[in-house]
């Protein structure tokens, strides 16, 4: 357990690590479902991991948000080291920012796939994302064509005001620590993204596993 971990006390940890029931959690897939997102459920991290890869053709251009789901379930290195993919992120950070700022911008924003995670989901099926640089927010929004969220069900909650608390009161400060130890620099909730429902049919797909992955 990390130090921010501890640093929650129990009640907030119970309250928000737990993976959800069947009841509730199909009860949240069949919202998403209504506001437009297809929801495919997996019962362990290793099917997740599966059923993401599945969705993914060889060869399509890939982004991914910072993600410590995507990291733990392996992912992240299938994305960016594998070779199977066209991967945006190890292509950015080898430019440079100071000549090349626009075309990493371009890159950046607009992915054939983009991948991430999301801090809560509401039992009445919407998303909530937070970042302090706002970076992975647009393609999310309406830039990628085609975006694929895997979420813990421990990260369900019942209403928005609820996904708002559990970022302030869980996932903010383990992100902090996270950040500390990863760059150096504070972490912070400057921008948040609400998804409400999905324009586009087919263009999000939310992988909801039975188990609590990420924060």
């Known amino acids: 357990m990390t130090r921010a971990q501890t640093d929650i006390d129990a009640e907030l940890r119970r309250r928000y690590t737990l993976p959800a029931d ?77 000549t090349e700022a626009r075309e990493i911008r371009r890159l950046a924003a607009s992915p054939d796939v983009m991948l991430g995670s999301v801090h809560a989901v509401t039992e009445t099926g919407s998303l909530v994302a937070a970042s302090l640089s706002g970076s992975q927010l647009g393609p999310y929004a309406s830039g990628a064509g085609q975006v694929i969220f895997v979420v813990g069900t421990q990260k369900i909650v019942p209403d928005l005001e609820a996904a708002l608390r559990r970022v302030d009161e869980y996932a903010f400060p383990l992100e902090d620590a996270r950040a500390q130890t990863a760059y150096g620099i504070h972490s912070a909730v400057n921008k948040v993204l609400i998804i409400h429902r999905e324009f586009a049919p087919g263009r999000i797909t939310v992988v909801l596993c039975d188990e609590a992955l990420g924060f």
């Open 22 to 98: 069947e009841a509730r959690t199909a009860r949240t897939a069949a919202a998403l479902e209504t506001n437009g997102m297809t929801v495919l459920r997996a019962s362990d991290g290793a099917v997740a991991k599966k059923l993401v890869l599945d969705l993914i053709a060889e060869g399509s251009q890939v982004h991914q948000g910072a993600s410590q789901t995507l990291d733990v379930l392996g992912i992240t290195d299938e994305l960016e080291k594998s070779g199977r993919y066209d991967a945006v992120r190890p292509r950015t950070f080898s430019m440079d920012r100071a």
